[in-house]
Nanobody, 123 residues
Framework: QVQLVESGGGLVQAGSSLRLSCTAS????????MGWFRQAPGKEREFVAA????????YYADFVQGRFAISRDNGKSTVFLNIMNLQPEDTAVYYC????????????????WGQGTQVAVSS
């Protein structure tokens, strides 16, 4: 069994930056693809970014527009999501997840999920 725990969310002002972290326990995830999703109030969960097991290949949703960067440290079983120039529309609960389908943007392909970390952006 794998447990994923996100951290790093909070209430920030527009234009700020945040670094979200997702740490895995239970077994190594060094061979799994990892992804970040978000869910805003009243909206469906949407794909944000994904990264392959080696950390070389990264994939992003179209709306990212260069403001998000995903990375991973397999030695620490941790995946990061750096978000720059946060905007009110980025307000959501951010979830990390693990998949055997590296690079997938479909939540259906992800087997393990964290509990989420709240990001709130004020204008």
């Amino acid at each position: 069994q794998v447990q994923l725990v996100e951290s790093g969310g909070g209430l920030v002002q527009a234009g700020s930056s945040l670094r979200l972290s997702c740490t895995a326990s239970g077994r190594t995830l060094s061979t799994d693809g990892m992804g970040w999703f978000r869910q805003a109030p009243g909206k469906e969960r949407e794909f944000v970014a994904a990264i392959g097991w080696s950390g070389i290949n990264a994939y992003y949703a179209d709306f990212v527009q260069g403001r998000f960067a995903i990375s991973r440290d397999n030695g620490k079983s941790t995946v990061f999501l750096n978000i720059m120039n946060l905007q009110p529309e980025d307000t959501a609960v951010y979830y990390c997840a693990a998949t055997h389908r590296s690079g997938s943007s479909s939540s259906l392909d992800y087997n393990y999920w964290g509990q989420g970390t709240q990001v709130a952006v004020s204008s």
